[in-house]
C-alpha cells in the first residue's frame, strides 16, 4: 500500500513507509509509527469480537492519550464509525450523544465512567463499554458488558467489515441551532482529502512535530492527527491546564507546527516566549474565529521566524480558505482564498454568483463536504444543498446533482479573489473557538427550575471572541431570581465555555418576534444599553 484511501490506512501507509519513526507522544513517552499501526489492529480486532457490525457507532470519551487514538483509527478499520465526544462535556450531554446515534461500544475511563452512573440506562443501545486499564474495577450494567483496555487488545486479530471512502467513518457532534447537538457525518473520502489538502499547503513533512492543543473532537483538533499521519510527522498530545504549558510543550518538544483558536493566541501573546521556539516553530495556524491584529503582530514579534496561516472551516467541510503568509501583511483582515481541492463559491439568496465586494453566502463545494446531520433531515436540507445549474464547476447538461455546504455565513470576495467574512446568518455564539447554540444554554437554564423565561445571546469580547450574555426572569413567586446562584447551577450542568458571562434579571414577560418567539436581537440590543453593575458574572 502506498496511499491512502480510507482514514485507517493513513497510519498503515506510513508504518509501512517508516516504522521506526515517533507518531504520537505524550508526557515523555513516544509512540512509534510500527506500534501504533499494531496497536490499531488489535483494537479493532477487539472492537469486532465484542460484535462491532459495519457502519456501528464507537463513542470514545477520554482526554487526549494514546488510547483515544488508537481507538479513533480501530473503529474504521473495524469497519465501524468512531463517535470522538469532547472531554469537557458533562454526564447529560454525553448520554444524549450516546442515544442519538445509538453507539454500540463506549471506550472511557474508569473515572468517566463513574460519571455516567444516571445515564448509561437510558442508553439501550449501547451493549458494551471498555475502561482504560487493564483492571475493569466496575461490575457490569444492566445493558452492557464492561471490559479492560488490555483484553480489548489481547483478542485474536479478525478482518474489518469491507468499507469503501464514500463510506461513514466519523460523526462529529456540534452545537446546533435547535439547541441540541447535531452530528456531522463525515466519510473516509472527507478526512482523508482534508489531510492531504492541508499538509499541502502547510507543507508538513516527516521531519515535523505537530502540538494537539485542540480537542480531538473537533475538526481542527483530529486534523492534527490525518495531516500528520499523512506526511510521517510526530504529535505531542497536550492537555494542558495553562497557557504557559503550550509554551512549555512548545520548547520542551521542538514543536514545528501549532494550531489553535483566537482565545488560546490572545492568551500566549500575553506571555514572553522561550527564545529556542523561534528557531524550530516552523509555522502557526489559526482557525475557530478571526485572529485580532494586535495579537497576530506581537505573535510575530514573538516567534518571527515561524509563518503565520490565517484560516477558516466548518465542521460540515472541514477547512475551507487560508491566507498565505506572504499575504498577511497586505490583507491581515481576509480569510484567503479555496484550499486545494475545493472551490469557494459567494452566492447570492437566488443562487447567482456574487460580483467583487457583493456581500453573499459563503458555499463550499468539493471533496470535503460531508454527508449530512445524523438523524435530522430537515437541518441536513436547510446546509447541504444541491448547486444551481452553471454555478461554480456545475455544467447545465450535468443530471446528477453535486450537494454544497452552504455556510451561513456572510462574506465577501475582493477583485483579486481574496475573501473577507461579514457576519454569521444565524444566531450561534462563536466563543473560546466553540460554536454554541444559545437554544441550548437555555435549555440547561430552564433546567435548574430558577427561570421563568431566559434569552441568550453572543456579545463581542477582547479576549473570547464573543462573550455568551443572558437576560432571565424569575420562574414566578415572591422568590427573585438570584444571578449568581444562577451562575453556580450552570457551572454545575454547564462546560466551562458554556457558562454565561453575565445575567441580567428583569421583570417578565419578555418580547417577543412576530412569530410568538423571544426576540434575542432586541433583548441584545437593549442589554447593550445598560451599564456594566447591571448583571452578574465576568464582565
Excluded at 112 to 134: F, H, W
Aim: charged letters at 20%; proline letters at 7%.
Amino acid at each position: 500500500m502506498t496511499e491512502a484511501h480510507l482514514l485507517h490506512e493513513l497510519v498503515a501507509v506510513a508504518a509501512t513507509r517508516s516504522p521506526s519513526s515517533p507518531a504520537l507522544s505524550a508526557a515523555g513517552v513516544a509512540l512509534r509509527y510500527g506500534e501504533l499501526s499494531d496497536a490499531i489492529g488489535r483494537c479493532a480486532g477487539g472492537l469486532l469480537g465484542l460484535g462491532v457490525g459495519r457502519g456501528e457507532r464507537v463513542a470514545i470519551w477520554l482526554d487526549k492519550r494514546f488510547e483515544m487514538v488508537i481507538s479513533c483509527f480501530a473503529a474504521p478499520a473495524a469497519g465501524g464509525v468512531f463517535v470522538p465526544i469532547n472531554p469537557l462535556l458533562k454526564p447529560e450531554q454525553v448520554g444524549y450523544i450516546l442515544r442519538d446515534c445509538a453507539v454500540r461500544v463506549l471506550i472511557t475511563s474508569p473515572e468517566r465512567l463513574a460519571l455516567l452512573s444516571q445515564v448509561l440506562p437510558v442508553c439501550p443501545e449501547l451493549r458494551s463499554i471498555v475502561v482504560t486499564g487493564d483492571d475493569v474495577g466496575v461490575a457490569a450494567t444492566a445493558h452492557a458488558a464492561v471490559a479492560s483496555w488490555g483484553s480489548l487488545l489481547a483478542a485474536p486479530a479478525r478482518a474489518g467489515h469491507r468499507v469503501i471512502d464514500t463510506d461513514v467513518v466519523a460523526i462529529l457532534y456540534t452545537s446546533g441551532s435547535t439547541g441540541r447537538p447535531k452530528g456531522v457525518v463525515l466519510s473516509h473520502r472527507n478526512m482523508v482529502a482534508g489531510a492531504k489538502s492541508v499538509a499541502s499547503y502547510l507543507g508538513n513533512h516527516a521531519d515535523d512535530t505537530l502540538l494537539a492543543a485542540l480537542p480531538l473532537s473537533f475538526d481542527a483538533g483530529f486534523s492534527q492527527l490525518t495531516t500528520a499521519f499523512h506526511a510521517g510527522a510526530r504529535v505531542e498530545l497536550l492537555n494542558y491546564l495553562l497557557p504557559r504549558d503550550v509554551l512549555k510543550a512548545l520548547e520542551r518538544e521542538h514543536v514545528t507546527g501549532l494550531t489553535a483558536v483566537p482565545p488560546l493566541y490572545i492568551q500566549l501573546a500575553q506571555l514572553e516566549w522561550p527564545a529556542s521556539i523561534n528557531g524550530t516553530l516552523r509555522y502557526f495556524a489559526n482557525t475557530g474565529g478571526r485572529m485580532p491584529r494586535d495579537t497576530l503582530a506581537k505573535l510575530r514579534q514573538r516567534v518571527p521566524g515561524a509563518k503565520p496561516y490565517l484560516m477558516y472551516g466548518l465542521t460540515e467541510a472541514f477547512r475551507s480558505t487560508y491566507l498565505p503568509p506572504e499575504e498577511v501583511d497586505r490583507r491581515p483582515d481576509s480569510i484567503g482564498k479555496a484550499i486545494p481541492n475545493a472551490e469557494i463559491l459567494v452566492l447570492r439568496d437566488d443562487g447567482s454568483e456574487c460580483g467583487p465586494d457583493e456581500p453573499g453566502e459563503l458555499v463550499h463545494r468539493g471533496a470535503l463536504v460531508g454527508m449530512g446531520y445524523w438523524n435530522d433531515a430537515e437541518k441536513t436540507a436547510e446546509r447541504y444543498r444541491p448547486l444551481p445549474p452553471g454555478i461554480g464547476g456545475r455544467e447545465h447538461a450535468l443530471q446528477l446533482p453535486e450537494i454544497a455546504v452552504y455556510s451561513g455565513d456572510t462574506v465577501r470576495r475582493d477583485a483579486e479573489g481574496f475573501l473577507y467574512f461579514v457576519g454569521r446568518r444565524d444566531e450561534m455564539i462563536k466563543t473560546s473557538g466553540y460554536r454554541v447554540s444559545p437554544t441550548e444554554v437555555e435549555e440547561m437554564l430552564y433546567a435548574t427550575g430558577q427561570v421563568g423565561e431566559c434569552a441568550a445571546f453572543g456579545v463581542e469580547h477582547p479576549v473570547l471572541g464573543q462573550a455568551i450574555q443572558v437576560v432571565a426572569t424569575s420562574a414566578g413567586g415572591a422568590t427573585r431570581l438570584d444571578p449568581a446562584a444562577l451562575l453556580d447551577a450552570c457551572r454545575q450542568r454547564m462546560p466551562a465555555y458554556m457558562v454565561p458571562a453575565g445575567i441580567h434579571v428583569v421583570a417578565g414577560p419578555l418580547p417577543r418576534n412576530p412569530n410568538g418567539k423571544i426576540d434575542r436581537k432586541l433583548l441584545a440590543s437593549q442589554w447593550a444599553e445598560l451599564p456594566r453593575t447591571a448583571e452578574v458574572g465576568a464582565f
